[in-house]
Every structure is written in structure tokens, then in C-alpha cells.
């Protein structure tokens, strides 16, 4: 069965690091989801890509955080610097499209990176 | 950001018991979806609802769609010890890609 790939599957870092996650989406899925997860929450979504493009970056803490999909397949989610805060779950989704019209459009999501910043 | 009201926040059952959950919400959701979690991974989809109304099942999982598009409730039956994890609702608007959470329901089931 098809699954989204993300790894580390675990990150350890100090504060005022760089850290990078890494996903790999469904294949064939055009759009991919970085997801934010604190402890004891529901995900909440980072930013959206629709082939290479951002779709929406809207919650993206746009000064430390950075996301890229530059051949429209794989993505890589930068913090830099890190910060106590940032300590959660990092988890990738994709589904087969994200254009607004097909509300039906499914999400499936990877197993997450779990970030602990000391 | 916005998440759904879910409840119970947690909950203790003994095994073959049956349990329900169940998710609100003050404005209106063309789709509703119930994911299952388990310690350090991610959320895995159990049901996805797409009409007002719907009742759809998934072995022993039942979800329905509520009919005013502001509710979803979850029933697993006869439940297991690996039921154990914690559900999560999440509801989509018209027209748009985004996923609104709940803050899930944590399962626990006594042998």
C-alpha cells in the first residue's frame, strides 16, 4: 500500500539551531501538507503545496520557518533558528489534488517527525 | 487556530464494550473525517463522510454525518485492546482543501 515517507522519524536539536525535515509524498499526489501537531492538540496546517507551488503559507511562521517542493514531488521543511516552542510533531500529508472545487479530496498523512528543541 | 469541540477528551472502557464519541461545531462542514492516532505516528483515516445524514461503516466503525453539517459522532463496537489511541475529527468546508481538528479523544480499553 502507498504511504507517505518522512524522516527523521525522531530530531534532537539545540535552541538557535537549524533543523530540516524531510517528505515524500503518495506518488502521483499533486498536493503535499506540512501539518504542526503540539502535544495534546489536533494538527494544525503549516503551509500547502499544489505541485511546486505554495498554495497557502498563511500560518507558515514565515521569519524561522521555510518549506520547499522544487520538482513537485518530494519537500523539505527548514526551521531556522529553532526555538523552545517549536518542540511538536512535524507530520507531511498529501492527497491527490487541493483545488477548491473537489471538497471531497482526501488527505493522507505520513507518520511525522518528532522535534524536541532543548 | 480554530478546532472543533470534541469529547469525550478521554475515555477508560473494558474490552467488548462499545464506545461513542462525537465531534461539534459552530459553523457548517461539507465533509467530515475520523482519523485514528497511535503514539508517535500519524494519523491514519478510518471513515470520511460526504452527505448530511450519512451513515457509513468500517468493521466494527460506525460515523454519521450530522444532518445540520455541524456534527459528526464516531461508535466502534465490541471494542479490542488494540482500539487503544486517539481519534480524531476533522472537518473540511466547501470549496476548500483546508482541515479544521478537533483535539481528539483518548481510548483506552482494560482487558
Known amino acids: 500500500e502507498a504511504e507517505v515517507a518522512q524522516s527523521p522519524r525522531y530530531k534532537i536539536t539545540e535552541k538557535s539551531q537549524a533543523v530540516a525535515f524531510w517528505c515524500d509524498p503518495i506518488s502521483g499526489h499533486a498536493t503535499l501538507y506540512w501539518y504542526r501537531q503540539i502535544l495534546g492538540q489536533g494538527p494544525e496546517l503549516l503551509v500547502q503545496f499544489q505541485d511546486e507551488s ?10 524561522r520557518f521555510s518549506a520547499e517542493r522544487l520538482k513537485g514531488v518530494d519537500s523539505t521543511l527548514k526551521i531556522q533558528p529553532a526555538e523552545l516552542g517549536d518542540s511538536a510533531m512535524y507530520l507531511c500529508a498529501s492527497s491527490e489534488t487541493g483545488t477548491s472545487a473537489l471538497s471531497t479530496d482526501t488527505q493522507y498523512f505520513g507518520p511525522g517527525t518528532r522535534l524536541t528543541v532543548l | 487556530g480554530q478546532q472543533l469541540n470534541q469529547s469525550p477528551q478521554s475515555m477508560f472502557i473494558q474490552e467488548g464494550e462499545d464506545v461513542s464519541m ?10 467530515w473525517l475520523w482519523y485514528k ?75
Open chain 2, 22 to 31: 462525537n465531534c461539534t461545531s459552530s459553523s457548517i462542514f461539507n465533509t
Open chain 1, 54 to 63: 505554495v498554495v497557502d503559507d498563511s500560518q507558515l511562521p514565515k521569519d
Open chain 2, 37 to 111: 492516532q497511535d503514539p508517535g505516528e500519524g494519523p491514519v483515516l478510518l471513515i470520511a463522510l460526504y452527505k448530511a445524514g450519512e451513515l457509513t461503516s468500517n468493521g466494527r466503525l460506525t460515523a454519521q454525518f450530522g444532518i445540520t453539517r455541524k456534527d459528526s459522532f464516531l461508535n466502534i463496537s465490541a471494542s479490542i485492546p488494540s482500539d487503544v489511541g486517539i481519534y480524531f475529527c476533522a472537518g473540511q468546508r466547501a470549496g476548500s482543501y483546508q482541515l479544521t481538528f478537533g483535539k481528539g479523544t483518548k481510548l483506552s480499553v482494560i482487558p
